[in-house]
């Protein structure tokens, strides 16, 4: 407990602020991720000791995780690739005026998911290292299949668009490098498509400018502008939470497994979304604004970013591109991350720990305060608005490369996020299969490579034939349910 | 601020005295710092450890502004300071990929359109295995490769076709024909922990992407590609230092690589405004920060500029292009 201690010293308590501050600016802000946010800051932190500096960093990485959340809720424009599937419920909540439900939800929900991972992390730690080891590409695989399976058949509409819409974000997916060959594809020779298609360029163009060009043809109107203030909105909507228990310890479950294998926070919300959306009761009413669509992707990803510092601290390994960066970070400063750290610098390991807790509750305090603020936005006349986010889109999608063709991007998608709309083609299905898509198939690569082309590798011990089982058990339970159904049915007539 | 430390100071007092000369040229506004690699690997580490360093010893005026770009395996970075030639304001890390990466895909790019400032260091590579892989040298290690069936061995590395499966192909050399299982990884971190899992039987990582398992005893380090041992003696784990590990050539395994870390300009630039640069390095390898962070990464800490620095570039192509040659690599 000495760590408390370390932490709650006065300078490193104003540390703690100015990064979670720091952190939720960053966040807010597409484009410009937590990553980037760290990294840029990480040279001022060479002057101080490593237990501040990685209190302050640690700060603005969960300062940009309860970020993320604000635009996805109040604009549908996602500031952090794993806020997308917040937007799913999150945006049509904003719309029906009860944006300050939604963003009370989230908020509420991520610090839930943080505290199961840092509780995870504070008694589990090195048991759970182990089990990270366990994971070869084989395994990776396997959980990536199991993120697709459990979002397969989630779209209300046509299976056939649902799958056309897939298959696009599989082709955007690989262009650029293949790491497997290392042969560029589909670049056409051109030097702009060299890194393929930036996840956060797709995703501001087809949700937010999307949204903004069919918001214009709505005449102007924004539907949240009616969004009543309430100041109470918190503490009601804490009232509505607890009814969630079940799917709240599922998304922690699967946000704390995701963050440590590691397979990070973006797949751990898809997933977490898709299968909340498959065993809830009101499972067929998400995507129209239930509060436990945002509940289920918020825990997740909160729980998967939080436990993703678990591999970086004990194995070297990280498990987010911002822990890639803290993990640099710790060279600096001239701790080597690894299983000793733990023995060897016991103070900046339960500082940071400590911070966690900490973090996370000064975080929560400060973002639920802005809530009535943050609701307020959505009050500003849409004609005033809709340039403003224009704007902030364009430069979101410039700092993500330096590059003028990413904002061209940007716009194109914004047109196919309209089109797709229009013709009633889902756009999860697409932004999923760009995320996943390149990391799925190199692990499945590499496994064929590890067995000589046998798929037999997919059930050679218990982890990697569960997860699999799993898969396909999640791949076909509309198939499988349907046939319960029927049989039940049949012994009732 | 600046004379906040005393030491330092004189070191600027000193410095300035000396350096008239050297004061002919200077950035007038921020300068770009890319590398041509992800966030979180080697380049970005000693890219972002170099800015560190620049700024706590307050040895430039204007800012240094690092950016990763790193899309097709560097491409995107060299590519970037190829189109702004004769910019003065633009500095780029380099890693092996500086050959690799246009003799692998065809990207029209030579380091010929840069202007060489500074080598830095070289990045050592080492044969890991294991901790329970009942080979102890590399020697055993490549006869029970010679003996085995072929691509029974897994060789774990990162990217394709680049240096970590380049040292891979020349390791066949001495096997008698039979070949490894190359299989690429997106990072070093992760090559590491792969062979602590046993999903792989070998790899060989830079020493600051595996230090950490070996010094818990979970990998065993048979030999580094080095022609000389490593001259840091302090003990890493409780028995071994890095210098205690043999080179390859001792332990009868004839193959040396190793991996520039050094510093290129913009292709044209004024010999002042290279000179500049040259001189920012230099201070920045002479810091106490930089001594420690060349030994816990054991790089060998040799350095290059001018036109040695030049030769010694030219050189290493022609052996990249020697080796890749041979291994089929080459872009068609």
């Known amino acids: 407990m000495g760590g408390f201690a370390v932490v709650l010293s006065p300078f490193n308590l104003m540390l703690m602020i100015v990064g979670i501050l720091l952190g939720v600016i960053i966040g807010v802000l597409p484009g410009l991720g ?35 959340a604000i635009t996805s809720i109040l604009f549908n424009i996602p500031g952090e690739p794993w806020s997308v599937a917040t937007t799913f419920d999150g945006h049509p909540m904003a719309r029906q005026g009860k944006a300050d439900e939604a963003l009370t939800g989230a908020f509420t929900s991520s610090f839930v998911g943080a505290l199961v991972a840092v509780i995870v992390i504070t008694f589990l730690a090195p048991l759970v290292a182990k089990f990270a080891l366990k994971f070869g590409p084989a395994e990776f695989f396997a959980v990536q299949f199991l993120t697709f399976a459990s979002f397969v058949g989630m779209g209300r509409g046509s299976a056939f668009k649902t799958l056309a819409s897939m298959s696009l974000g599989f082709a955007l997916a690989s262009v650029g490098l293949d790491t497997v060959t290392g042969q560029l594809r589909m670049t056409f020779g051109t030097t702009e498509l060299l890194t393929g298609f930036k996840f956060l360029t797709a995703v501001i163009g087809l949700f937010g400018i999307g949204e903004i060009l069919a918001s214009m043809e709505a005449g102007l109107a924004f539907a949240g502008t009616h969004a009543r203030l309430r100041l109470n909105a918190v503490l009601e909507t804490w009232k509505k939470l607890p009814a969630y228990w079940m799917t709240s310890v599922r998304s922690c479950i699967i946000g704390c497994w995701m963050g440590i294998t590691p397979g990070g926070a973006t797949p751990a919300s898809f997933m977490s979304y898709g299968i909340a959306k498959r065993f809830s009761k009101n499972g067929n009413k998400f995507g129209t604004g239930q509060l436990e669509g945002v509940v289920a992707p918020e825990t997740a990803a909160h729980a998967a970013g939080t436990s993703a510092l678990l591999p970086m601290i004990t194995l070297g390994i990280p498990g987010s591109p ?41 975080g929560l305090i400060i973002v ?19 340039p403003m986010i224009m704007v902030i889109c364009a430069v979101g999608a410039y700092t993500i490369n330096n590059a003028m063709f990413d904002v061209w991007m940007m716009g194109l998608f914004g047109v196919i996020g309209y089109v797709f709309n229009k013709l009633k083609y889902p756009l999860p299905p697409l932004v999923l299969a760009l995320v996943l898509g390149d990391m799925a198939e190199s692990s499945f690569r590499q496994a064929m490579l590890l067995s000589q082309g046998s798929l037999s590798i997919f059930w050679s011990n218990g982890l990697v034939g569960t997860i699999f089982g799993l898969g396909v058990i999640l791949l076909f339970w509309p198939v499988i349910s349907w046939a319960v159904a029927g049989m039940r049915q049949a012994k009732a007539a | 601020m600046r004379i906040k430390n005393f030491l330092l100071g004189v070191a600027a007092l000193a410095a300035l005295a000396v350096s ?6 200077e950035p007038t506004r921020p300068v770009t710092f890319l590398i041509p690699a992800g966030t979180g690997g080697g380049a970005d580490q000693m890219a972002r450890f170099i800015d560190g360093v620049v700024k706590k010893h307050n040895l430039m005026k204007q800012n240094l502004i690092v950016v990763n770009k790193a899309g097709g395996a560097g491409a995107e970075g060299f590519l970037d300071i190829k189109g702004s030639p004769k910019d003065p304001h633009k500095i780029i890390i380099t890693l092996s990929n500086l050959f690799t990466t246009p003799l692998a895909t065809g990207t029209p790019f030579n380091w010929k359109d840069l202007t060489p400032v500074a080598m830095l260091a070289l990045d050592q590579f080492v044969l890991w295995v294991n901790a329970e892989s009942p080979h102890k040298t590399a020697q055993d290690y490549l006869s029970a490769v010679k003996g085995g069936a072929d691509r029974q061995f897994k060789m774990g590395g990162t990217g394709s076709k680049q240096e970590d499966q380049i040292i891979t192909v020349a390791l066949e050399r001495l096997t008698g024909g039979k070949k490894f299982t190359y299989v690429p990884f997106a990072g070093g971190g992760a090559v590491a922990v792969q062979l602590v899992g046993k999903h792989v039987d070998s790899t060989v990582n830079n020493p600051i992407e595996a230090v950490a398992q070996w010094k818990a005893g979970a990998l065993r380090p048979l030999c580094l590609f080095d022609a000389k041992r490593s001259t ?15 080179t390859c050539k001792e332990s009868g395994v004839n193959v040396e690589y190793q991996m520039l870390r050094g510093i290129f300009a ?5 010999k002042d405004q290279a000179d500049f640069y040259v001189n920012l390095m230099t201070k920045v390898m002479q810091t106490p920060d930089w001594r420690t962070f060349m030994e816990q990464g054991a790089f060998n800490p040799t350095v290059l500029t001018g036109n040695e620095y030049r030769k010694w570039v030219e050189a290493a192509e022609k052996t990249h292009f020697d080796l890749m040659k041979e291994a089929d690599f080459l872009h068609k």
Not at chain 1, 330 to 355: H, M, R, T, Y
């Open chain 1, 368 to 386: 639920l305060t802005c809530v009535p603020l943050f609701a307020a936005i959505l009050r500003v006349p849409f004609s005033i608005i809709a």
């Open chain 1, 322 to 362: 911002t822990a890639a960066v803290l993990l640099g970070g710790l060279l600096i400063w001239g701790l080597q991350p690894g299983p000793l750290l733990f023995v060897e610098q016991k103070d900046f390991v339960w500082g940071l720990i400590a911070s966690m807790y900490l973090g996370n509750i000064a």
């Open chain 2, 232 to 246: 840091y003696t302090d003990k890493v784990t409780s028995t071994m230092a890095w210098s205690d590990i043999p």
């Open chain 1, 34 to 68: 937590g990553a980037n946010g760290v990294a840029i800051l990480l040279p001022l932190t060479f002057s101080m000791s490593p237990t501040s500096a990685i209190i302050m960093l640690s700060c603005i990485y969960w300062g940009a995780l309860f970020g993320g």
């Open chain 2, 266 to 270: 913009a292709g044209g630039i004024t």
């Open chain 2, 20 to 25: 008239p000369a050297y004061a002919a040229w």
